[in-house]
């Protein structure tokens, strides 16, 4: 009994995913859809093994190559930059925050067009959609959490003759990093719809080609095999940022029973 309740409880997050599948399965059996354009999940699955499995690695592989870049890029200049203006230069960051808001409004796939013309087709316009996806919400949370770091905690470990090497692995970086997950997840998934647009536009490989290339000829099983191949991955990449999240901040979490 105790292992079939910890089966029903592991399970019970994808139940409504099952109940979804079998739904969609039996949908134009009972009417419900026209199966031309609603096709079985079986039928889509059928597409899926025609198309091979190799090929639809490599498309996901060119896809992630692509988002990962994007994003380690953005990541990499979006950390530091916030942590610089949030911690060294408040009054700059008070004098940009209006500019940076400003521009973080405007949605990367509309700028994509002008990326075209600026830098031309190709992988780069891919690129910067990427990064301007991930760079703004990684920006963000990076100064909020240094600005919201209680400064008790940095004199305290002052205090203590802690070293500023010190101070910042062991207090600030601790501190900030559920926040910088935070906009890291969040940037992540951005990054990747939009990626996927991108790739509908300016690319001949991908996720997001083989959907549009269906959609041009008119491979409906394959369109819905694209819907869940970007499905399936992006549950998975905000699966493992999520499971490396709550590696590093579990100490965040204080059990009910030890709450004073």
Known sequence: MKILLAIHKRLMSFYLIIAFILVWQFSSKFGWTNATFVPPFTTVLTEGADLGLARILVHIAIS???????????????????????????????????????????????????????????????????FWSVFWPVLFTTMQGVNDIDPRLIRAAKSMRASTGDVLFKVIFPAIFPNVMRGIRSGLTMGFLMLIGSESMGADSGIGWMIHNAQGLGWIPRIYLGALIVCVVGFLLNGALGAVEKTFVDWKEVPEDVII
């Open 64 to 130: 992630l190559k692509r988002v990962v870049f994007g994003f380690a890029l953005s990541t990499v200049i979006a950390l530091p930059l916030g942590f610089v203006l949030a911690d060294g230069a408040p009054k700059l960051a008070a004098f940009l925050r209006p500019l940076m808001q400003f521009l973080s409004q405007i949605p990367p796939f509309i700028l994509y067009p002008l990326f075209l013309l600026v830098i031309g087709p190709g992988e780069n316009g891919i690129y910067i959609v990427i």
